[in-house]
């Protein structure tokens, strides 16, 4: 069965920290990778994906995220989290037709 | 412009109530899709159509029927309501059902059952 595992629920950095959230998933056929961000309050948004190619991905307002197949991860990384990174992010993985979600990582930045 | 839209926005009812979410896209895709994230914030999907057929069906039960009078709309009815049905219910969208597609989020429906 699919599933996306996702190691930290909740990671409090300082302003200016770099930030690593990790991200493993459990498919056997192609995937087709995402991290969205959901901001307090707020819907869901994209924030980058990986289809094939380049495994590093460039997304949004500076993160970034690597695919390793070997290891089935897709960790999303920051080198400097500011004030507004403050959200939910959620990594997922798209087999089948549906997107699969780990249950989320709340990121706290403290000015 | 709103791509993907929800009304309402939050919804408070008595247990045993039936209500209805509404969802409209306005970036011509042919899917959608009903996601339920619960109190915890675990995101899962619930159904999926592609040009109105229902292609999608993530054993919800059947209390939740979803409607889909043409490909922009996808309406979710929930009949009799239960306290375990408080969750927020997102609305997505993307231009095939199939591979890597985004799908683009609404905002989001909260619903309270009391």
């Known amino acids: 069965a699919q599933s996306v595992s996702q190691h930290n629920h909740h990671v409090i950095l300082s302003e200016a920290a770099s930030l690593e959230l990790g991200c493993n998933y459990s498919?056997?056929?192609?995937?087709?990778l995402f991290w969205y961000v959901q901001y307090p309050g707020q819907h869901l948004q994209l924030l980058l994906k990986y289809f094939s190619g380049d495994p590093l991905v460039k997304g949004i307002k500076g993160f970034e995220a690597e695919f390793i197949k070997s290891k089935f991860s897709f960790n999303l990384r920051k080198p400097s989290v500011q004030w507004s990174d403050t959200a939910e992010y959620f990594c997922?993985?798209?087999?089948?037709?549906?997107?699969?979600f780990g249950q989320g990582t709340e990121l706290s930045v403290k000015p | 412009d709103t791509a993907v839209s929800q009304t309402p926005k939050y919804l408070v009812t008595q247990m045993g109530n039936d209500k209805s979410i509404k969802c409209e896209q306005n970036l011509g895709h042919d899917t959608m899709y009903w996601y339920k994230q619960d109190s915890k914030k675990f995101l899962k999907i619930m159904f999926s159509y592609n040009n109105k057929e229902l292609i999608i069906n993530e054993t919800v039960p059947n209390r939740f029927s979803p409607k889909s009078p043409d490909k922009a709309h996808l309406n979710l009815h929930i009949n009799s309501l239960e306290l375990g049905d408080s969750a927020v219910y997102f609305c997505?969208?993307?231009?095939?059902?199939?591979?890597?597609?985004?799908?683009?989020f609404g905002p989001g429906t909260r619903l309270l059952v009391l």
């Open positions: 498919y056997g056929g192609t995937v087709n």
């Open positions: 997505a969208s993307s231009q095939e059902p199939l591979g890597g597609e985004t799908q683009y």
């Open positions: 997922a993985v798209n087999g089948g037709g549906k997107l699969i």
